[in-house]
């Protein structure tokens, strides 16, 4: 089995446990809100932070999967080598969009908020945590563009 592969099926297994987590906290919550009358304190927070985590996540395996929405109506114009140079030029974007913006400033952010003991209010945990999942997803990126780039599918 390909790195490729092994790191699609690790995302995919992770993305469907953070929805099914996210799916018994949600039923908890309801149960507990609607059955025992007292709603539980930290699922609300709980919920949240697994939408942000299923969303970065889910947004990197789209990437890998090259399911994300794109507007090909002037590249359809150009014969297929054009094609294959902007779609290299793309993945280049990118890639320097999630090294930027994911990596480096999702660094920063995790490395802020983990050194000022940020936590969050409900489950007290440390709100670092939360935004690891940024720069964590700008490296999955960044690998799947570069095997892209390496091996296109053209």
């Not at 990197?60 to 297929?80: E, S």
């Not at 990596?103 to 952010?109: A, D, M, Q, T, Y």
């Not at 490296?139 to 570069?146: D, T």
Request: hydrophobic share 55%; charged share 10%; no cysteine.
């Amino acid at each position: 089995m390909s790195v490729r592969k092994k790191v699609d099926k690790i995302l995919s297994y992770l993305l469907i446990a953070i929805m099914s987590v996210m799916v018994l906290n949600v039923l908890w919550q309801v149960f507990t809100r609607f059955v025992i009358g007292t709603p539980s304190s930290f699922t609300d927070e709980l919920a949240r932070y697994l939408m942000i985590w299923v969303g970065i996540l889910g947004a990197a395996y789209a990437a890998g999967k090259d399911m994300h929405i794109a507007i090909n109506v002037l590249t359809q114009k150009f014969n297929r080598e054009t094609q294959q140079k902007l779609a290299a030029a793309v993945k280049l974007m990118v890639i320097l969009f999630a090294l930027t913006a994911m990596v480096i400033g999702g660094s920063r952010l995790v490395y802020v908020t983990y050194v000022l003991n940020q936590l969050s209010p409900a489950l007290q945990i440390p709100l670092a945590y939360v935004y690891l999942v940024i720069p964590l997803s700008g490296l999955v990126i960044i690998y799947y563009k570069i095997m892209d780039i390496l091996y296109p599918s053209f």
